[in-house]
């Protein structure tokens, strides 16, 4: 199989459903947003020595990809799909969880802070800006056409995730934060 079709040399492209769109419909802005997420949060990882982080990223890496297809199958909800497309209530959970614990070990933020420190921090608050914007694209998408709330909500912590995790690791190793 080659990795050119030249089916979207027009500027369309196809869902999973098999339908048309143009490449700027918000719904291909929405998942393109995710998929540039994804590859920062992986940029993100490469920075990370930590196993026990690394995996949980990764795990938020097959969440996003779940999130992708959710995002380009507009009959997703309609026809039944394999479990690894899902993102369950426990997966939103897990990141409050790992959060709680994080800020535990962390000074209490009384002013905002410039975004930077280590590589892994300066990346990991990056992904965090990304995620901001996927969460809005999702949103606008939300009010054209029906999604799982589950989306926004987990985009919502997962940005609140990457902050802490950049906080922390930056914290770990001694990168002073900026106050503003």
Not at 95 to 122: C, H, M, N, V, Y
Not at 166 to 179: T, W
Request: hydrophobic share 35%.
């Amino acid at each position: 199989m080659k990795i050119y079709t030249k089916t979207g040399d027009t500027g369309e492209t196809g869902l999973l459903n098999g339908r048309r769109v143009t490449k700027d419909s918000l719904r291909v802005e929405a998942y393109g947003e995710v998929d540039e997420l994804n590859a920062a949060v992986g940029l993100a990882r490469s920075a990370i020595s930590d196993l026990e982080i690394t995996g949980l990223l990764i795990e938020i890496q097959k969440d996003l990809l779940s999130m992708g297809a959710q995002l380009a199958d507009p009959d997703f909800g309609e026809k039944s799909r394999p479990e690894k497309f899902h993102i369950h209530e426990t997966r939103i959970k897990n990141l409050e969880q790992t959060i709680d614990d994080w800020e535990k070990a962390l000074p209490p933020l009384r002013k905002f802070i410039l975004p930077g420190g280590s590589q892994a921090g300066a990346s990991l608050h990056l992904a965090r800006t990304i995620c901001r914007r996927a969460e809005r694209q999702v949103v606008h998408l939300s009010r054209q056409e029906k999604l799982s709330p589950q989306l926004i909500v987990y985009l919502n912590r997962l940005s609140d995730f990457l902050f802490v995790l950049a906080r922390y690791l930056n914290h770990k190793s001694g990168s002073p934060e900026i106050p503003w």
